[in-house]
């Protein structure tokens, strides 16, 4: 691969006072509305009657309402025109349905693209900012999604890790990260073309999710849950949850759960086989240790060839990247269908470890292949952003920007792929 030693860096600044800007770039969420996106359709039923809208007529309202937000993809009520002048003015009084701010977005040389997304405060709090990544792959495009603001969590190769956990997102935020991204890449049908136009699942951008953003998914359950299923509804966003992936530090009881209520595919954040290391790297193993963690891997629902669990392994230099680790990689995941993703680790200004020589990500990437797994090596994307694994910040804790050249300037000099 080559060095990205011409950094390309477009940033788009979206004029959003611009007339002819869509409808649906306009950032109008205003903090004392309540969000209609994310809601169950229950709950969306409960709002409606909370309005007016008699109780006969309160399903079929929910389905246009359902059909507007996630197959049209609508950020406004004026635009849902089978439903009445006067119900729109009552929700619009009420809801909003509107995206958040896109504050920056940025487009990398190889086609990822970055999108800084601010959220109104809720409750006393104050508004956050969030990042959502979108990488494009021969054939798919995936989606990487945050769950929080920070993490609890203090994985020592992380940077989100050593961020203050700000908040947990909510269901409607979790899955304005995903309508953004489809408004932005042109994926859902245009608002003028009739009703009931679709875009046809082969054609779009967005075709994998990914819950590997800032913090930890399964410390939000519920919310990241009915994010989840919203997403994957068939009369709505219809992503297939084989195409949905949840990554976790290990928490093993939701892992049960997300099995049982989510149904999506699994991703383990493993990076050490041995207890005493993997207390150290990621901490949460103190709390669930291996053996308990593995258990629940084996009795994850629906695991086949076919539908394998996902385990990630960060390659840090001369720490968990031996060849004896690998074999004991291989020993300890027998029997349990299973993909190991070996993550070149990505260095943050501050963090003590570096990146394994490329040789040896490849020998032990060698290793666990003859036994038979599947290891890709996963490559970098959107270095020249900043868009990779462990480097998703919040504003609030965006590197300054001397900070922000060395990292380049390292990754450029030292891990130039
Ligand atoms: N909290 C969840 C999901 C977010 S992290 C989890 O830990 O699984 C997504 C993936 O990126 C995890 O496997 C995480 O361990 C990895 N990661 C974090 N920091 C990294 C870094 N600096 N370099 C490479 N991978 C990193
Ligand atoms: Fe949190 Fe995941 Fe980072 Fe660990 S690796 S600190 S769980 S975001």
């Known amino acids: 691969m080559a060095a990205p030693n011409a950094l390309i860096l477009m940033t788009l600044t979206i004029d959003t006072s611009s007339p002819d800007s869509r409808a649906r770039l306009r950032p109008e969420a205003l903090p004392e509305k309540t969000s209609l996106i994310g809601l169950s359709r229950q709950e969306l039923g409960e709002a409606l ?23 049209r993809g609508v950020s406004d ?37 970055k999108w800084l997304l601010r959220f109104p405060p809720r409750g006393a709090g104050r508004p956050v900012e969030v990042e959502t990544v979108y990488i494009p792959e021969e054939g798919r495009g995936t989606l990487c999604i945050s769950s929080q603001v920070g993490c ?19 269901a409607g935020e979790i899955l304005d990260q995903l309508l953004v991204a489809r408004d932005r890449l042109g994926d859902f049908p245009d608002a003028n073309t009739p009703d009931g136009a679709i875009v046809p699942a082969d054609g779009r951008k ?20 009915q994010a989840l299923l919203i997403a994957s509804d068939g009369e709505g966003l219809s992503l297939s949850k084989r195409r949905i992936t949840l990554s976790t530090s290990g928490v093993v009881p939701e892992i049960y759960r997300t099995g049982e209520e989510i149904g999506v595919m699994l991703a383990i954040s493993l990076h050490a086989v041995r207890d005493e290391l993997r207390d150290e790297l990621v901490p949460i193993n103190k709390k669930y240790p291996l053996k308990e963690l593995l258990d629940a891997c084996r009795a994850y629902p629906g695991l086949s060839n076919a539908r394998r669990i996902t385990f990630e392994y960060v390659m840090l230099k001369g720490v968990n990247d031996s060849l004896e680790d690998a074999r004991e990689l291989v020993r300890l995941l027998r029997g349990i269908p299973a993909k190991i ?27 666990v292949n003859r036994a038979g797994y ?6 970098p994307r959107g270095r020249d952003i900043l868009a990779a694994c462990g480097q998703l910040k919040s504003q609030s804790e965006r590197l300054k920007r001397t900070e922000r050249l060395k990292l380049e300037a390292m990754m450029i000099a030292g891990h130039g792929e």
Request: hydrophobic share 35%; charged share 20%; glycine share 6%.
């Open 152 to 170: 609890t969590l203090t994985c020592t190769f992380c940077h989100t890790g050593t961020q203050r956990m700000v908040r947990n997102l909510t």
């Open 206 to 225: 967005v075709t994998n999710i990914v819950m590997m953003g800032m913090g930890e998914p399964l410390y939000n359950f519920e919310n990241v849950k």
């Open 49 to 71: 009657a909370s309005v007016g809208v008699p109780e006969r007529q309160v399903r079929m309202r929910v389905r246009q309402l359902w059909h507007w937000l996630y197959v």
């Open 77 to 113: 009520f004026s635009q849902m025109f089978n439903i009445s002048k006067e119900l729109r003015g009552a929700l619009e009084e009420h809801f909003t349905v509107a995206r958040p701010e896109i504050v920056e977005e940025q487009v990398s040389e190889d086609g990822t693209r």
């Open 374 to 379: 599947a290891s890709p090596i996963r490559t």
């Open 341 to 367: 993703n070996l993550i070149p680790f990505n260095p943050w200004p501050g963090s003590s470890y570096e990146c394994s020589d490329w040789e040896q990500i490849e020998e032990f990437a060698d290793l």
